[in-house]
């Protein structure tokens, strides 16, 4: 069974912190892996990563992909209130672009 | 920009009710999603589908339908609304169905959706 497994669920760090979110995942056929931020709303996307050792970078936000051992990790850096979100990673199914998500980290940075 | 757009954040219903939630897209995707969220358990796939008039069930459709008469236009529909069904909806698309290219899916506000 394709399966997305997030950790921690949880984080609370304090402003300028760095953190990392590790998202594991066994999918049959792997193509891709998603991660998303999800504040009040909807989830926005912010990082797709097809292939294995390249660090894709948004600002303090960056995210990098291991193929062998099958996870990914997401990093901010200087870490601001802003940050507080549900951050969710997912992996696309074989068929027809469904994707199965993660339960989610909730991160939650204080002033 | 990429738009979803949902038709209500917030909705009260009683139980027994049929309920309808609208999802329009902008961008002429193929594909649109329904979700629901509960904490703990992440989105969990209640129907997509590819075209219109094109349905397929997701993980947990038990309980729910879905139309799609236009391209742009997902609609699920509760037929029966129960208390377990108090969740936060969440509607998206995305490009093609093409299995050689991985797309990014684009969401909805979200619809919190009470039943009484």
């Known amino acids: 069974e394709d399966k997305v497994v997030q950790s921690p669920l949880s984080l609370v760090v304090h402003e300028g912190d760095t953190v990392t979110l590790n998202c594991s995942y066994e999918?049959?056929?792997?193509?891709?892996l998603l991660w998303y931020k999800q504040e009040k709303k909807a989830p926005t996307f912010l990082f797709m990563l097809?292939?294995?050792?390249i660090e894709k970078k948004s600002g303090r936000l960056s995210s990098i992909l291991d193929k062998k051992e099958l996870f990914s990790i997401l990093n901010i850096t200087a870490t601001q209130t802003g940050d507080s979100a549900v951050y969710l990673c997912?992996?696309?199914?074989?068929?027809?672009?469904?994707?199965?998500f993660g339960a989610g980290t909730i991160l939650r940075v204080k002033s | 920009d990429v738009k979803v757009t949902q038709s209500s954040r917030y909705l009260v219903k009683r139980t027994g009710e049929k309920v309808f939630l609208e999802c329009v897209q902008d961008?002429?995707?193929?594909?649109m999603f329904w979700y629901r969220q509960d904490p703990g358990l992440g989105l969990r796939l209640i129907y997509f589908?590819?075209?219109?008039?094109?349905?397929e069930k997701g993980d947990i459709p038990e309980g729910y339908s879905v139309s799609r008469e236009k391209k742009e236009r997902f609609s699920l529909i509760l037929e029966s609304a129960s208390t377990n069904q108090t969740s936060m909806y969440l509607c998206?698309?995305?490009?093609?169905?093409?299995?050689?290219?991985?797309?990014?899916?684009?969401f909805g506000d979200g619809t919190r959706l009470s039943i009484l």
């Open positions: 998206a698309s995305s490009l093609n169905r093409d299995p050689r290219r991985s797309q990014p899916q684009h």
């Open positions: 999918v049959t056929n792997f193509r891709s």
């Open positions: 097809t292939s294995s050792g």
């Open positions: 997912a992996g696309p199914l074989e068929y027809g672009n469904k994707l199965v």
């Open positions: 961008m002429d995707h193929e594909n």
């Open positions: 589908s590819y075209d219109v008039k094109m349905k």
